[in-house]
C-alpha cells in the first residue's frame, strides 16, 4: 500500500493546509513529519527566540495531532536523509508540502529535495502559500490571483488523519534553552495554537479598537494585532485570518472599531504583497531592487558604527531605546521599526545586506519577504519608492514625547526632566550645574550629526538618480514589482 508523506515547514497547522487535505484525499496511510535543520537555524537573521517560538509551535502542533490518534515526526537530519530513511521503512510515494518563499538558503534546499525526489521515483507535490503566486507572468495579475485564493473557503481540520504504524522512531528537537542565544534575549511571546486563538480573539474584539490610534507609538505592545509571528509560523494562514476579520467588521460595536479593523485588512494584503516581490525575484537577498544602488554604500559588517547601532549605543534616545527593546523583547511597531533601519542607512551610511540580518534575528516574527524588502525600501534602494529620512528628534517627539519609552530603556537617562529627554547634547551647562544633571558622554556627542549625515545622504541619491540608466533601470523595477492597487481604493 502506498503512502504519503506531509511534511511541515512553517505551515504549522492542520487546518487550512491544502498539502494534508490532498494526501489524505490520495493515500490510505500519510506520514506527518516536521525536520529541525541545524544549519537552517544558524542562518545571521535566524535566533533562540525565534527558535523557541517554533519549538512551541510544533509542540501544539503534535498535541493536535495526538488527539486525533496520530503522530507528528521530528527529524534532525537533512531532508534528503530523512526521506531515505522513510523509504526504508515504508513505500514512500509522494511527498507534499507547501512552496516557501524564504532565503537562498530554503530556496536551495527546495531544489535538492525535488531532485532528490524526481531521481527516488517519489512524486513531489508543492502548493501554494497564503496570497504568494510561484511563476508569476505578470504583476498586472497578482491582485485578481490573491482576492480568488482569500475568497476560498477555508478547510476544516481532518477527523480520520489516515496514520500508519512505523517502528522508525523520530529525533528528539533541541529545546530552546540549550539553544545557543546569540542576542541573550528574553523570550517573551508564547507559540501555538492556543496562544493564537487567544492573540487574535483578543485583538478582534478588544484590542484591534486602538490599532490606528497606537500604531506608530513604541509602547503600544497591546494595540498591535501581535499576530504576526504566528502567520509567520503558519499556526494560522493569512485566509483563516480574513475570514475572522470580516466576521468580526460585521459584528464590530462601532463604526470606529470597523474602520481600525479595516486598516489592518489591509495590511494583510500587503504582507503578501511583499513576499511576492522575493517570490519573483530571489535574488532581491543579495542584490538591490534597482541594480543600479548595488554600490551605493560599502559593505562593512564589523564597522564601529554597526556595532554601535545593534547594540542601542548611537546617541539618539529613541533609537537606542528601540534598539534596546529589541533585544529585550523581539518586537516593534512598524513606524520604529522603518525608523530604525532607515537611521542605519541613511544616518550612518550602512549598507542594508550589513543591516538586515541583525535586525531580523532579533525579530520574533521574521518574515524574509517582507524583512528584506522593507529593509530596501528604508534604504531607498528600490528606486520605486520615496526616500524616507527620518528625523530621529522629531519622531521622538511626536511618539514619546514624555520620554517614558526613552526612560524605560535606556535608564541612563531617567534623571532628565522630559523637554530635554529628546535631545540631551543640548541642554545648557548652567541647567545641568543647577539640576545636577549628570549627563553620560555618549549623550553629549552623539555618533552622527543629523543634519549633515542627511544632507549628505541626499546628495548622493541626487548624484545616483541623475545617472543616464537609472531611470530604464526604475522602469524595469516597476514592471516586475510596482504595486498595482489604486491609490483611491486605498483610501
Known amino acids: 500500500m502506498s503512502v504519503g508523506a506531509v511534511w511541515f515547514k512553517r505551515d504549522l497547522r492542520l487546518s ?78 509522494a511527498l507534499y508540502a507547501h512552496e516557501e518563499t524564504g532565503e537562498d538558503w530554503t530556496y536551495q534546499r527546495d531544489i535538492r529535495v525535488r531532485d532528490f525526489c524526481q531521481k527516488a521515483q517519489i512524486t513531489f507535490q508543492e502548493f501554494p502559500t497564503n496570497g504568494v503566486v510561484r511563476h508569476l507572468k505578470s504583476r498586472d495579475e497578482w491582485t485578481a490571483i490573491h482576492q480568488r485564493r482569500m475568497e476560498k473557503p477555508v478547510e476544516a481540520q481532518p477527523i480520520d488523519l489516515h496514520q500508519t504504524r512505523i517502528s522508525l522512531d523520530g529525533d528528539i528537537l533541541p529545546k530552546p534553552e540549550s539553544f545557543p542565544d546569540y542576542f541573550s534575549g528574553e523570550k517573551t511571546q508564547k507559540g501555538g495554537l492556543a496562544e493564537g486563538k487567544k492573540v487574535l480573539k483578543s485583538f478582534l474584539e478588544e484590542r484591534g479598537e486602538r490599532y490606528l490610534k497606537n500604531i506608530a507609538n513604541p509602547s503600544a505592545f497591546m494595540s498591535s494585532s501581535r499576530l504576526s509571528a504566528f502567520l509567520s509560523a503558519g499556526v494560522f494562514s493569512i485566509k483563516q485570518v480574513f475570514c475572522a476579520l470580516q466576521k468580526a467588521q460585521i459584528e464590530a460595536p462601532s463604526v470606529w472599531f470597523r474602520k481600525n479593523l479595516a486598516a489592518f485588512s489591509s495590511r494583510l494584503y500587503w ?50 531605546a528601540c534598539m534596546r527593546c529589541l533585544k529585550m523583547h523581539g518586537w516593534l511597531p512598524f513606524r520604529m521599526r522603518a525608523m530604525v533601519m532607515s537611521f542605519a542607512s541613511y544616518h550612518l551610511w550602512i549598507d542594508w545586506r550589513d543591516s538586515y540580518p541583525i535586525l531580523g534575528a532579533l525579530f520574533t516574527d521574521y518574515e524574509p519577504g517582507i524583512h528584506i524588502l522593507q529593509s530596501q525600501m528604508q534604504s531607498g534602494v528600490t528606486g520605486i519608492n ?106
Open 386 to 491: 520615496a526616500f524616507r529620512m527620518y528625523n530621529p528628534v522629531k519622531q521622538s517627539q511626536d511618539h514619546d514625547p514624555k520620554g517614558i519609552f526613552i526612560k524605560e530603556f535606556v535608564p541612563e537617562l531617567r534623571a532628565l526632566p522630559e523637554e530635554a529627554i529628546h535631545e540631551p547634547w543640548n541642554i545648557p551647562p548652567f541647567i545641568r550645574i543647577a539640576e545636577n544633571i549628570l549627563l553620560p558622554p555618549l549623550y553629549e556627542y552623539p555618533i552622527v550629526d543629523h543634519k549633515k549625515a542627511i544632507k549628505f545622504a541626499r546628495q548622493a541619491f541626487k548624484e545616483l538618480t541623475h545617472q543616464p540608466s537609472f531611470e530604464e533601470e526604475q522602469k524595469r523595477v516597476y514592471l516586475k514589482h510596482g504595486s498595482r492597487k489604486k491609490r483611491t481604493n486605498m483610501r
Open 271 to 320: 504582507r503578501c504583497h511583499f513576499i511576492q516581490k522575493l517570490e519573483d525575484e530571489p535574488e532581491l537577498e543579495f542584490h538591490a531592487m534597482h541594480r543600479g544602488c548595488d554600490t551605493l554604500r560599502k559593505q562593512d559588517p564589523s564597522s564601529e558604527k554597526l556595532q554601535a547601532w545593534k547594540e542601542g549605543r548611537t546617541g539618539y534616545p529613541l533609537i537606542d
Open 16 to 93: 487550512d493546509h491544502e498539502p494534508l487535505i490532498t494526501a489524505l484525499r490520495e493515500h490510505a496511510r500519510v506520514i506527518l513529519f516536521y525536520v529541525f535543520e541545524e544549519e537552517y537555524w544558524r542562518l545571521p537573521s535566524k535566533s533562540f527566540r525565534q527558535w523557541s517560538f517554533f519549538y512551541d509551535c510544533i509542540r501544539s502542533l503534535q498535541e493536535e495531532v495526538a488527539k486525533r490518534q496520530g503522530t507528528v515526526l521530528t527529524f534532525t537530519s537533512s531532508l534528503e536523509e530523512v526521506l531515505m530513511k522513510l523509504g526504508r521503512e515504508m513505500p514512500l510515494t
